[in-house]
């Protein structure tokens, strides 16, 4: 878990120097950077689209993942109960950093399939760069909403950390065309967060989450027959 602790510590440093430096980053310089996140979310978020589409042998397992996924999130409305989970533990606007945080944190394909290749494969190099990312952004977060934004390592440390364990259980059941699958719908979540953190669209990308667990559930289902 090297690389999901290497994560959690750039989201602490991160908060730690954004809020000692509060007053010194302008606005339009935290502009500047966000637009700068948002771009490079929506470039990995394509990357990841594009890399894995060629090779799935399932063509419209995504399209049935995002709509059956996103249905679901908003039946269950789970960005709204977020919020008021959110709300109810901050103070202020923190409530809006954190729920920020932790979207743009845990919700993208690195932080989901960095931990399953880490587990399965040792590699950490899809941790790493997410951790570079997350230092810049938890930077700018924490000088406009403080400190409190560090809660936001421990949220992931816990979401990688259950990533990290259920991909070493689930390990034998993990095909490459299940990681192709999942890359794809992963690359569509973090491609939906770039295009919110740059305010061309808001998506509740919390409600869309459910969409992750249908290609695991397919791919599943289709190796039975």
Do not use: R
């Amino acid at each position: 878990m090297l690389g999901t602790i290497v994560n959690t510590g750039a989201i602490i440093t991160g908060s730690v120097v954004g809020s000692v430096v509060k007053k010194g980053i302008k606005p339009q310089y935290q502009d500047a950077l966000f637009t700068a996140m948002g771009l490079a979310a929506t470039g990995i978020g394509v990357n990841s689209i594009v890399h894995n589409m060629p090779d799935s042998k399932y063509p419209v397992l995504f399209i049935v993942s995002l709509a059956i996924g996103s249905l679901i999130g908003n039946i269950f409305d789970l960005d709204k109960k977020f919020q008021s989970l959110a709300n109810k533990l901050s103070v202020g606007h923190l409530s809006k950093g954190l729920s920020t945080g932790i979207l743009v944190f845990c919700i993208g394909t690195l932080s989901i399939l960095g931990p399953i290749q880490s587990a399965l494969y040792g590699d950490n190099t899809f941790l790493f760069t997410n951790a570079t990312l997350d230092l810049v952004t938890s930077m700018v977060l924490a000088s406009t909403y403080g400190i409190g934004m560090a809660l936001t390592a421990v949220v992931l440390f816990c979401w990688q950390g259950s990533i990290y364990v259920l991909a070493m259980f689930l390990g034998p059941f993990m095909s490459p065309e299940m990681m192709t699958e999942l890359s794809i719908v992963g690359g569509f979540l973090i491609f939906s967060s770039g295009l919110s953190i740059l305010n061309i669209k808001d998506i509740k990308t919390m409600n869309m989450l459910p969409a992750l667990i249908i290609p695991i559930l397919g791919c599943l289902i289709m190796s039975l027959f």
